[in-house]
């Protein structure tokens, strides 16, 4: 690429926006402006919710611009990789957690003892994916984790997490072009805005009671297969449902109980996605011995066939397909267990859509 088409990445649009905007009895306040939007040379701005408080984007803090600054793109990354992780923070308080996002869906999450650990297992997962990612934590950048996502190979984009050593900071200091953006409050704390979802289309808007799933521990799902899950199963199946509600439908993901293996998002077909996270998942850890999580119900037994062909051994997902006895039928065929977005006794599974 010579440098005049280069040049279109680089040159900044100028803003005219309003400096408040207004949405009902909302008031939205203009932070700062972008290079650009989705596209070079469309203009941008990001405005924050006044009012709103705790680990959401309003309170956010660019400790380091780098040489672009935040893109469109970015904040939209650092949004869905908060909320992730969050929500994780929320069920399991006790473990450090890492969430890549690449084009507002995950490309891998991990928990572990630290923060270097989550980070090592979800880059590891899919490194192809994870390249030039938008990285978030929910505890504090160490100087070891630092160093690592410095290094040029991995192209990081952006660094977000509630807190960083100093040494950590001067490592990242190091590389020009990283982003480095502090939380405005730990992931424990509660995020407070005014809890809807607006999408704009032409002539109007979408607007939407933002959603959060009920999975969040063994005690509200159901089973409806012969065999009976494990508790590892159980366990994997929550985690990585949850990773499924922040990524795009069609979603299919696919790991064990501390990380993901592979995320299939956004096809038009079940079986596509479910494809996608088995081949993604063998660009790391393989789908052998994971639990597959679908954010909607299996209209065909072909997902849980492709499944036991790669030795995963359960499935987390919800009813409502007119074929779900003949679905429930071929895994028990399989010995595959079935887990069921449900508490015991109730009629209606959880399902988690997302299209953003």
């Known amino acids: 690429m010579d440098k005049s088409a280069r040049q279109q990445y680089s040159t900044k649009v100028r803003e005219d926006f309003p ?9 939205f306040a203009k932070k700062f402006s972008m290079r650009y939007g989705e596209n070079p040379g469309y203009p941008a701005a990001f405005y924050a919710e006044e009012g709103a408080s705790g680990p959401n984007m309003a309170s956010l803090q660019v400790l380091q611009e780098g040489s672009k600054g ?28 890492c969430v890549l996002i690449k084009h507002e869906m995950p490309s891998g999450v991990a928990m572990g003892a630290s923060v270097l650990e989550a ?36 192209n990081v ?6 807190g960083y050593t100093a040494e950590a900071l ?11 953006v502090k939380m405005g409050a730990p992931l424990r704390q509660p995020a407070v805005d005014n809890g809807l979802e607006v999408k704009r289309v ?5 607007v939407q009671k933002r959603f959060d799933s009920k999975i969040v521990s063994p005690e509200t799902v159901d089973v409806v297969s012969v065999r009976k899950p ?28 501390d990380k993901t293996h592979g995320i299939g998002s956004g096809q038009r077909s079940r ?14 850890y393989g789908p052998e011995g994971c639990v597959l999580a679908s954010d909607a119900f299996m209209p065909f037994p072909d997902v849980v066939e492709l499944a036991a062909q790669n030795g995963i051994t359960a499935i987390i997902y919800p009813l409502g397909s007119v074929r779900d006895q003949e679905v429930i039928d071929r895994a028990d065929q399989l010995n595959l267990a079935l887990i069921i977005t449900r508490k015991p006794g109730e009629a209606d599974s959880e399902r988690c859509f997302l299209h953003r």
């Open 230 to 257: 494990t508790a590892d199963e159980v366990e994997a199946a929550i985690f990585n449902w949850i990773v499924a509600c922040f990524t795009r439908s069609n979603a299919v993901v696919i790991g064990r109980k």
């Open 119 to 154: 980070f090592e297992k979800a880059w590891n997962s899919d490194p192809l994916s994870n390249f030039g990612s938008v990285d978030v934590f929910n505890d504090a950048v160490d100087a070891g984790l630092a160093k690592l996502l410095c290094e040029s190979l991995r």
């Open 157 to 162: 984009e952006v660094v977000y997490a509630p």
């Open 202 to 206: 032409a002539g109007g808007l979408l």
């Open 170 to 180: 001067e490592i990242l200091a190091t590389r020009k072009v990283l982003r480095v």
């Open 19 to 27: 400096e408040i905007l207004e949405f009902g009895s909302q008031a």
């Open 70 to 97: 935040l893109s469109y793109i970015n904040v939209g990354d650092m949004d869905l990789g908060q909320r992730l992780a969050k929500k994780l923070t929320d069920i399991y308080a006790d473990k450090k957690i």
């Open 271 to 284: 079986i596509d996605s479910a494809l996608n996270a088995i081949q993604f998942s063998r660009r790391g």
